[in-house]
């Protein structure tokens, strides 16, 4: 089990940025996938983008073009870069962490104005 710390959410207006944060409490260098989620007040938690311990990415097609999922594992650490940020990306993103477990952050809210 990794714990899972996250930082970067807040308030920005439409076609804004942010910079989402998830620091580890280990290495992440063997951890088979890490990722974000968000969960939008009544809809289930959605896959936003996922990482390999390979490098691989993948993304959601509503962020695709707008949204980078990066590694620092020197820092231990996932960031999600947010551009062209709308509306619809309201939301409480977690980080995840899997490698035979699940490991969760507690969340950090997003507010996109119009």
């Known amino acids: 089990q990794v714990q899972l710390v996250e930082s970067g959410g807040g308030l920005v207006q439409a076609g804004g940025s942010l910079r989402l944060s998830c620091a580890a409490s280990?290495?992440?260098?063997?951890?088979?996938?890490m990722g974000w989620y968000r969960q939008a007040p009544g809809k289930q938690r959605e896959l936003v983008a996922a990482?390999?311990?390979?490098?691989?990415?993948n993304y959601a097609d509503s962020v695709k073009g707008r949204f980078t999922i990066s590694r620092d594992n020197a820092k231990n650490t996932v960031y999600l870069q947010m551009n062209s940020l709308k509306p619809e990306d309201t939301a409480v993103y977690y980080c995840?962490?899997?490698?035979?477990?699940?490991?969760w952050g507690q969340g950090t809210q997003v507010t996109v104005s119009s």
């Open positions: 280990r290495s992440i260098f063997s951890i088979n996938v």
């Open positions: 990482i390999t311990s390979g490098g691989s990415t």
């Open positions: 995840n962490a899997y490698s035979g477990q699940y490991s």
